[in-house]
């Protein structure tokens, strides 16, 4: 099947500052990636649709200005956690459609908020 | 909101036994997926139905998509160690698999 990469892997940071995850689509070009988050033994929570060369759909109750999502290229879509607070500490995961419309997920980030 | 009723939440397996896992949900889906993740990782994809009534296999896995087109099943026959893990089922809203809404996971788990 198609590959969805994500980098980083995991990362820690310090409270106040600004996290950039990327997502790319390896093998296929993806006009459109999701990027969910899940909690610990929890079930994974669509955030936003990220569409190429437009702007990304949010869910309800998920900040724009907070989660802000670039999807410059047809492979690749980057998310932003902007001043990052303990709380936005997650698993983030992002997918890609590929062109059969089957939906492909990335390893996932670990973000840790201290 | 949609919902998905996945249970069981979590189940103990032996190694040969078959296993058996479904979704249920009051709304109407136009897909539905299987996936599986393991800790730390990424869901992946297992089987995805796309027709009302569809039977589909890959290897020991066999997922149906229920003719009401509000509910599906995933079988695992003749479980091995490698199956345990957290498998999610997803229904896909409008014409596509974009918009997915996640059950909430049934763990699998080897039988001490």
């Known amino acids: 099947g198609a590959v969805v990469s994500q980098h980083p892997s995991w990362v820690i940071c310090k409270s106040g500052t600004s996290v950039k995850i990327e997502c790319r689509s390896l093998?296929?070009?993806?006009?459109?990636m999701f990027w969910y988050r899940q909690f610990p033994k929890q079930s994974l929570m669509l955030m936003a649709t990220?569409?190429?060369?437009?702007?990304?759909?949010?869910e309800q109750g998920v900040e724009k200005d907070k989660f802000l999502i670039n999807h410059a290229s047809l492979t690749l879509s980057t998310l932003t956690v902007t001043s990052a607070h303990p709380e936005d500490s997650s698993f983030y995961i992002c997918?890609?459609?590929?062109?059969?419309?089957?939906?492909?997920f990335g390893p996932g980030t670990r973000l840790t908020v201290l | 909101g949609q919902q998905l009723n996945q249970s069981p939440q979590s189940m103990f397996i032996q190694e040969g036994e078959d296993v058996s896992m479904n979704c249920t949900s009051s709304?109407?889906?136009?897909?539905w997926l299987w996936y599986k993740q393991d800790p730390g990782e990424g869901p992946v994809l297992l089987i995805a139905?796309?027709?009302?009534?569809e039977l589909t296999s890959n290897g020991r896995l066999t997922a149906q998509f229920g003719i009401t087109r509000k509910d599906s099943f995933l079988n695992i026959s003749a479980s091995i160690p490698s199956d345990v893990g957290i498998y999610f089922c997803?229904?896909?809203?409008?014409?596509?698999?974009?918009?997915?809404?996640f059950g909430k996971g049934t763990k699998l788990s080897v039988k001490p």
């Open positions: 990220s569409n190429e060369g437009s702007k990304a759909t949010y």
């Open positions: 709304s109407i889906f136009n897909t």
């Open positions: 997918s890609a459609i590929e062109g059969t419309d089957t939906q492909y």
């Open positions: 997803a229904g896909g809203i409008g014409g596509s698999q974009g918009n997915l809404i």
């Open positions: 139905l796309y027709k009302a009534g």
């Open positions: 093998d296929f070009q993806a006009t459109t």
